[in-house]
């Protein structure tokens, strides 16, 4: 194997960054193309500032779980005319879009999501909240990386191919997306990147085409992981060579050690192939920004992921409906009142309330428990045994705030990965350390996913432990070739109790996981949950679930939003009229 000491070649094209595309990304389209995108959805629709559409009967409505994707489907609902009270078992809104405070007064840690694609759906839904997103989110290739993988150390410089052997996996990839896949120099399926472009088109017939061409990915893909669909790919069996080189087995654990973005794609490599190639289409994993507001003076800095919630939550109750935090669901029933269907909820301590209709926007293993304790027939057995077969992953994150001193004479150090180590990652969030350049910034020392999450959760339970542990790895794996690091790692060991910020998504009794990706297989348990709103209108359904676990882009915000249109526009439509007579994308495509 290539040495990675060897750092990058001097002489090469600007590097864009993981899973660069030669397109123009200007609008988000979930995979099955219809004839309007989100964006497209959201703004003819007028945005939060104007309603979706009319109901026409009276509807009282209750929102289990004050996340993004609850109060996104309450202010829809709401501006729709329904009633809406949502009851968050937690004492705050936001659920895993989680910015916990730091010891450092101003400062916070993001416990959850951090990372926001630019051209979504969520872009539109930050800015129509005067949120903004910053460009430039501290990955790889976008800021200077210290790697260490297999024993060696080097330098991944911005905007350059990643060192030694991964730069033929970059390659590799980049091939695949810009030029598909090849047999014998006859092409059997077409590159992603035209797809994409095909998919942001404005002909209907454009559209489909891509639609189709992407299908045709799934049909393939669709009962494969992520590890059994990159060496069909690479490997030079099935297809073509992909990229530069054919991949050696070297090749292949060093593209499940790095990853894309977040590194270690390991952790996720049992996954459905589809789910990423899902991520891939929709433009998740490029051009990633940081969560941001405009300051009075005019210049942008970054801002607590939670203020986006909070102030969705602020809105909403401008907007007339309610939001009660402290109120745990723990089941619920049905009953007729005045001949009349309705939902009876049992609200921990505050006893039985009754509604029209309950959406639960709770993770799947929350609202399983939700259902397990309640009576009569909420859903259909279909539609239990689909919500049991979604699979929750875990996630632990390990922060430590640092003195700024070592940072501000190695300018361009805010991150490292420790590759093929149970440590993984490591991002400094410069802006996050507190108020006025207070000298503090906070260190995301550890992000690990999956198993291996697991795994160091159960041997380190102790937040000073996994620190140690991980500042221990840190000294082995980036400190061989010279002193530079154990200054950091030196402070990172010193820093007291209170100065580190340790969560276990497992543990969290409100998600009790992070989130789901789907297992290889699953491509129809998902096109059934994601779609199961069309059933609003012919078959009586007072029990609904929302939540980015319900979709194929699990794991992110916008999958959140985008679960929240769809159920919102299909329940409208059910129940009154839409303006523009357009339901969101997933639901008018599948008609
Ligand atoms: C570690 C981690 C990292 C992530 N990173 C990113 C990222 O970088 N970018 C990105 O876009 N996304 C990321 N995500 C995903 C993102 O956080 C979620 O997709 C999004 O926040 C989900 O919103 P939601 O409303 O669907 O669910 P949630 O945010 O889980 O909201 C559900 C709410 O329901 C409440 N609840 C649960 N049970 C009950 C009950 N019985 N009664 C009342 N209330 C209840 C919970 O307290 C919670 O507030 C990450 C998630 C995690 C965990």
């Not at 292949?252 to 991520?279: H, N, T, Y």
């Not at 029209?356 to 259902?371: E, F, G, Q, S």
């Not at 996981?513 to 290889?520: Q, R």
Request: glycine share 10%; charged share 20%.
């Amino acid at each position: 194997m290539p040495s990675i000491a060897q750092g990058p070649a001097s002489d090469t094209a600007p590097y864009r960054g993981p899973f660069p595309l030669p397109v123009t990304p200007l609008q988000h389209r979930f995979s099955f193309a219809s004839n309007c995108s989100y964006i497209d959805w959201y703004t003819s629709n007028g945005g939060v500032h104007h309603p979706i559409g009319k109901i026409s009967t009276r509807k009282h409505v209750a929102v289990v779980g004050a996340g993004v994707g609850g109060l996104f489907t309450a202010q829809l609902l709401r501006g729709a005319g329904c009633d809406v009270t949502v009851l968050e078992r937690a004492a705050h809104v936001g659920g895993r879009a989680r910015s916990d405070p730091t010891h450092n007064e101003g400062g916070w840690v993001e416990q959850g999501a951090m990372r926001f694609p630019v051209h979504a759906l969520s872009a539109a839904i930050v800015k129509a909240h005067g949120f903004e997103l910053l460009g430039g989110f501290p990955d790889p290739g976008v800021v200077r990386t210290g790697l260490s993988f297999e024993g060696e150390y080097a330098e991944w410089e911005p905007h350059a191919p990643p060192p030694g052997i991964f730069e033929d996996i970059d390659a590799a990839w980049t091939a695949f997306i810009r030029e598909g896949l090849s047999r014998e120099g006859e092409r059997v399926l077409a590159p992603i990147a035209d797809i994409i472009d095909g998919l942001a088109a404005k002909k209907k017939e454009v559209i489909n085409a891509a639609a189709a061409k992407y299908r045709a990915y799934v049909d393939v893909f669709q009962s494969q992981s992520l590890e059994q669909g990159t060496r069909s790919i690479f490997s030079g069996k099935q297809y073509d060579r992909v990229g530069p080189v054919v991949w050696s087995e070297a090749h292949f654990e060093a593209d499940k050690a790095l990853g894309r973005g977040s590194g270690g794609l390991g952790a996720v490599s049992q996954r459905s192939m589809v789910a990423i190639l899902e991520l891939i289409i929709n433009q998740m994993l490029v051009n990633q920004a940081s969560f941001g507001v405009k300051a009075e003076d005019g210049t942008s800095k970054h801002a607590p992921v939670q203020a986006l919630p909070a102030r969705m939550a602020a809105r909403l109750i401008k907007a007339g409906g309610k939001v009660r935090c402290g109120q745990r669901v723990t089941s619920l029933g049905l009953a007729p009142v005045d001949g009349v269907q309705k939902v009876l909820l049992n609200v921990k301590g505050a006893g039985r309330e009754v509604y029209d209709d309950v959406v639960l926007a709770i993770p799947p293993n929350a609202a399983k428990t939700v259902l397990a304790r309640s009576s009569g027939k909420l859903m259909s057995r279909r539609d239990l045994l689909d919500l049991n077969s979604l699979d929750t992953m875990n996630a632990v994150k390990l922060y430590v705030e640092l003195e700024h001193k070592h940072y501000m004479d190695q300018p361009g150090f805010p991150r490292v990965l420790l590759s093929d180590t149970p440590a993984n990652q490591s991002y400094l969030f410069e802006d996050a350390g507190g108020r006025g350049g207070s000298g503090v910034v906070t260190n995301l020392i550890a992000y690990q996913w999956g198993q291996a999450a697991g795994e160091l959760a159960e041997q380190y339970e102790d937040k000073i432990a996994l620190r140690d542990y991980i500042a221990g790895q840190m000294r082995a794996n980036l400190c061989a070739g010279g002193g530079k690091w154990h200054e950091w790692i030196d402070d990172i060991l010193a820093a007291p109790s209170e100065r580190i910020h340790y969560i276990n998504w497992d543990k969290d009794p409100s998600a009790r996981g992070a989130f789901v990706l789907m297992l290889p297989g699953q491509e129809k348990v998902f096109a059934r949950i994601s779609r199961r709103y069309l059933r609003l209108s012919e078959e009586e359904m007072h029990v609904h679930l929302v939540g980015d676990s319900y979709t194929r882009l699990g794991g992110w915000i916008e999958a959140a939003f985008v679960s929240a249109s769809d159920f919102a526009s299909a329940y409208v439509r059910a129940h009154g009229e839409l303006f523009n007579a357009r339901l969101s994308p997933v639901v008018c495509n599948a008609q």
